[in-house]
């Protein structure tokens, strides 16, 4: 719903996803036309699993405790591959 809100073109890599949750990933085209991938949030239900990690809500009925779903993000994606990327793009010329 979220992509779908966001206006912008969008496509679902079928049996691309991580094993412990959903995943988006930005992928950027640079001036030869390559891919890189850049950004990405991923939902993470298996890390709170295994450091058995709860949480008590305030709408909490006496002894009611939760999961909570770990995000992972990385806005830059690998930092190298973006500062190649942004390198390449402005061919050696940084922006001030």
């Keep these: 719903q979220a992509l779908n809100a966001s206006g912008k073109h969008w496509k679902l890599k079928a049996g691309d996803g991580a094993f412990y949750g959903p995943k ?5 085209v640079d001036a ?3 891919r ?8 993470d ?3 709170p699993v ?3 990690l709860h949480y008590s809500g305030p709408d909490a ?3 009611d405790i939760r999961r909570p779903v770990m995000i992972h993000r990385a ?7 973006m500062f190649a990327v942004l390198t ?3 061919a050696g010329k940084w922006p001030l």
């Excluded at 890189?36 to 939902?43: R, Y």
Aim: charged share 25%; net charge neutral; aromatic share 6%.
């Design 24 to 28: 988006i990933d930005v992928t950027l």
């Design 32 to 34: 030869l036309k390559r």
């Design 36 to 43: 890189h991938q850049c950004a990405t949030i991923q939902l």
């Design 45 to 47: 239900f298996q890390l």
């Design 50 to 52: 295994r450091f058995d």
């Design 61 to 63: 009925v006496a002894g």
């Design 75 to 81: 806005v830059l994606g690998s930092v190298e591959r």
């Design 88 to 90: 390449e793009s402005c």
